[in-house]
């Protein structure tokens, strides 16, 4: 089975850093794109970035660069967001995502990161 | 980028009903790359439509898409109970992605 399957909830403080996850099994970890995707609550859908594991290609949406960093780590079929000092605006729900030809074919399941002081 | 917007922001209809959403682009979009989503609450999406009129695995035949260059539609023949939710539109050209604001589909 195709699976996504990302870290855990996390809360944090205005500041600090942050790293999450996304592991891919079941296919291919180096033939398709994995992408990042926004969630803020009560909110619609919003593409962070994109990057190809297979050779760490990664492209960000404009409102996006220079806030995070995607990264991979194609040995354990692993992607990852990170934030180097978040803030209290980037409390919401990040969904890890397979692309396709384009399209969404896999999503993760989310996690949430909630920034509170 | 190109822009996708979404009509209506809310759509509210009976079980039976027939729901026919609309995905609007500020330019012209390749059909092979535009997608339908479904979300439901505390629910990651779900694939319902690519290539603008290919329905996903397991995706029943009440769902259609249909479209081309800039104006897109979702078409549910029959709204089932389990069909109220939040669908959204996404387009990839370019080297970049985005969504629609999505629709909401809700119980009159």
């Known amino acids: 089975e195709v699976q996504l399957v990302q870290s855990g909830a996390e809360v944090k403080k205005p500041g600090e850093s942050l790293k999450i996850s996304c592991k891919g099994s079941g296919y291919s970890f180096t033939s398709y794109w994995i992408g990042w995707v926004r969630q803020m609550p009560g909110k619609g859908l919003e593409w962070m970035g994109i990057?190809?594991?297979?050779?760490?290609?990664?492209r960000y949406s404009p409102s996006f660069q220079g806030q995070v960093t995607i990264s991979a780590d194609k040995s354990i079929s692993t992607a990852y967001l990170q934030w180097s000092s978040l803030k209290a605006s980037d409390t919401a729900m990040y969904y890890c995502a397979r692309l396709g030809y384009g399209v969404v074919d896999v999503w993760g399941k989310g996690t949430t990161v909630t920034v509170s002081s | 980028e190109i822009v996708l917007t979404q009509s209506p922001g809310t759509l509210s209809l009976s079980p039976g009903e027939r729901a026919t959403l609309s995905c609007r682009a500020s330019?012209?979009?390749?059909?092979?790359?535009l997608a339908w989503y479904q979300q439901k609450p505390g629910q990651a999406p779900r694939l319902l439509i690519y290539g603008a009129s290919s329905r996903a695995t397991g995706i029943p035949d009440r769902f259609s898409g249909s479209g081309s260059g800039t104006d897109f539609t979702l078409t549910i023949s029959r709204l089932e109970p389990e069909d109220f939710a939040v669908y959204y539109c996404?387009?990839?050209?370019?080297?970049?992605?985005?969504f629609g604001q999505g629709t909401k589909v809700e119980i009159k």
């Open positions: 990057i190809y594991p297979g050779d760490s290609d990664t």
């Open positions: 996404q387009q990839y050209g370019s080297s970049s992605w985005t």
């Open positions: 330019q012209s979009v390749s059909s092979s790359y």
